[in-house]
Structure formats: C-alpha cells, structure tokens
C-alpha cells in the first residue's frame, strides 16, 4: 500500500521559488530611507499645566462618582477608587514635576561642562 514516492525537498523548493522572488522585491526599502523633509523640533510644553488639568479632570470625575455612588451598583463601585487613585497620582506628578525638570538641568548642565572640558584638553 505504498504512495507514490514524492522527492519531499524538490517539493519544499518549489514552494519557495515564488516568495524567493517576492522576498527580493520586498525587501527594497531605499524609498524609506529618503526624508521627503526634516523632521520638527521637538515641543514643549508647560508640564505642571498638563498635570494640573488633568488632575482637575481626576477631581471632578471623583466628586460627581461619589455624588452618584447611590444610584451605582455595588459592582461597580470600583469607579470610586479609580478616581481617587488618578487624583492622588495627579498630585503627586504636581509635586514631583518641579524635581524632575530641576534634575535634568542640572543633568544638562554638567554634560555641557564635560564636554566643554574634553573640549579644552583636545
């Protein structure tokens, strides 16, 4: 009861014959690598006012939550705390803005120093 006897690796090959083709053609990507333009300069933003807003919206969801807790299912009184999470997430992002933004000036400034100081010595 023996089938016809298949050369399994002549067959494996030409299976690939057809994407060997297509993987040539595909893997042309020197359309990609052209900018068309140069890209923008970063944008900065007021981060406290980000946070502060934000931590408004975290506020206000948690006063109306808690003004309708009544009507919320006990199921789904997880919402109360997801509010009060974001507000007490929100205040600290307050508090720790001002240290990150001092932290990496300070960062800034003595990567500039030491390369002024490499600079001085070549």
Not at 4 to 20: G, N
Request: proline letters at 7%; hydrophobic letters at 45%.
């Amino acid at each position: 009861m023996a089938g016809p006897t298949v050369d399994r690796r002549a067959l494996s090959t030409a299976r690939k014959t057809p994407l060997r083709a297509f993987a040539s053609r595909a893997t042309n990507l020197e359309f990609v690598s052209r900018p068309t333009r140069p890209a923008p300069p970063p944008l900065e933003a007021n981060d406290q006012l980000v946070t502060g807003v934000i931590t408004a919206g975290w506020a206000i969801a948690l006063i109306v939550v808690l003004i309708v807790a009544g009507s919320i299912p006990s199921a789904d009184r997880w919402w109360i705390w997801t509010c009060a999470t974001g507000l007490g997430v929100g205040i600290f992002g307050l508090c720790y803005v001002p240290v990150l933004k001092r932290s990496r000036i300070r960062a800034a400034q003595r990567r500039a120093a030491r390369q002024s100081g490499q600079a001085g010595r070549g």
